[in-house]
T-cell receptor
Framework: QITLKESGPTLVKPTQTLTLTCTFS??????????VAWIRQPPGKALEWLAL?????????SPSLNSRLTITKDTSKNQVVLTMTDMDPVDTGTYFC???FGSGSREVFDVWGQGTMVTVSS | DIQMTQSPSSLSASVGDRVTITCRAS??????LNWYHHKPGKVPKLLIY???SLQSGVPSRFVGSGSGTEFSLTITSVQPEDFATYYC????????FGQGTKVEIK
């Protein structure tokens, strides 16, 4: 069974750095074609892709947030960490991690974590 | 960036109705298009991949079609568990979601 679980602070202050951890099981981030993505959803708004790390340590970031994001992986611990700098109240929302599987037109986010709610407020 | 535009933003339907949601890409994405649905407090669920392939375990009433820049998701007979928000996602160049279509009970 494949599972992912997000963890991190529920409340951060404006200008602080957010660090979220995605701990997964049931698959390996060393397997060709596999990746782990971060997606967020502000309250009442749409899903927004943030970042993704591939099995070979290649990384992709949302162009609009590229300067604020860093994604890393620890394959031995089955963890992926996302950091987001200079947090603002507009960054409030639920943050999900998800497994990327497949390639080409069959690339999907097939298994998602439950999500973790992050509030940015002083 | 590739932008994804869904229409309508919301719709009301009765159980048994046929519902169609449209997704338009800002440039051609071939069939690099997935559909998910998401209920409040739940995890987004993959329904359709590669524009028209049904994910394992998903009921056959969900039908995806399209290629290039125009795509659609049809629910042939809406069931009570289908009331949710639906998102398209392009995977042609990084990843982008549409703004969502909320399907509500009439």
């Amino acid at each position: 069974q494949i599972t992912l679980k997000e963890s991190g602070p529920t409340l951060v202050k404006p200008t602080q750095t957010l660090t979220l951890t995605c701990t997964f099981s049931g698959f390996s981030l060393s397997t060709t074609g596999v990746g782990v993505a971060w997606i967020r959803q502000p309250p009442g708004k749409a899903l927004e892709w943030l970042a993704l790390i591939f099995w070979d340590d290649d990384k992709r970031y949302s162009p609009s947030l590229n300067s604020r994001l860093t994604i890393t992986k620890d394959t031995s611990k089955n963890q992926v960490v996302l950091t987001m700098t200079d947090m603002d109240p507009v960054d409030t929302g639920t943050y999900f991690c998800a497994r990327k599987f497949g390639s080409g037109s069959r690339e999907v986010f097939d298994v998602w974590g439950q999500g973790t709610m992050v509030t940015v407020s002083s | 960036d590739i932008q994804m535009t869904q229409s309508p933003s919301s719709l009301s339907a009765s159980v048994g109705d046929r519902v169609t949601i449209t997704c338009r890409a800002s440039q051609s994405i071939s069939t690099y298009l997935n559909w998910y649905h998401h209920k409040p407090g739940k995890v987004p669920k993959l329904l359709i991949y590669a524009a028209s392939s049904l994910q394992s375990g998903v009921p056959s009433r969900f039908v995806g079609s399209g290629s290039g820049t125009e795509f659609s998701l049809t629910i042939t007979s809406v069931q009570p568990e289908d009331f949710a928000t639906y998102y398209c996602q392009q995977t042609y160049s990084t990843w982008t979601f549409g703004q969502g279509t909320k399907v509500e009970i009439k």
